[in-house]
């Protein structure tokens, strides 16, 4: 029974647990790409926070950065922290990559950001990599199956 202005939320709703197998619970399909989704945002992010700190590096070293150069190196680490909104659509692998040219380029402002570029391409070659060998064995069908979910419950 629900008084007017009062949520209409279920009792046994409200109580409900996702961890309680048997209650309801909206069960998630399983994804065997969920976990490499995941490294790439994680790579995404860990990118942004070096391009920021090539801020201070350009700073301190050589000539210094002008301020048409930092606005650059914060937009770059907006656009890094933003594509991890999109890691699981078809086209997000050639906006990496694209992001990943944009801050080789940025040798031209802070030769620490191009440095850095390199070095984060070969990390992206080794997730496509991952990903290009997590897919062959896939479709071979050599992958182990997905166990009970932690916690012994079936």
């Not at 990559?97 to 191009?114: E, K, R, V, Y």
């Amino acid at each position: 029974m629900s008084t007017a202005g009062s949520d209409s939320i279920e009792p046994d709703a409200a109580r409900s647990d996702p961890s309680d197998a048997g209650t309801g619970a909206p069960v998630r399909p399983y994804d065997p790409e969920r976990g490499l989704r995941g490294v790439m945002s994680a790579t995404l992010v860990l990118e942004a926070v070096v391009v920021l700190l090539s801020i201070p590096v350009a700073s301190n070293t050589g000539a210094g950065t002008s301020w048409p150069g930092v606005v650059a190196i914060c937009l770059l680490a907006a656009a890094l922290i933003a594509a991890c909104a999109f890691v699981g659509r078809p086209w997000f692998l050639t906006a990496a990559l694209t992001l990943q040219a944009l801050m080789i380029l940025g040798w031209l402002i802070t030769p620490s950001l191009g440095v850095m570029g390199i070095v984060f391409s070969l990390v992206w070659a080794l997730v496509i990599w991952f990903r290009n060998e997590f897919r062959r064995r896939a479709s071979a069908g050599t992958l182990p199956k997905p166990g009970p979910p932690v916690g012994g419950r079936a």
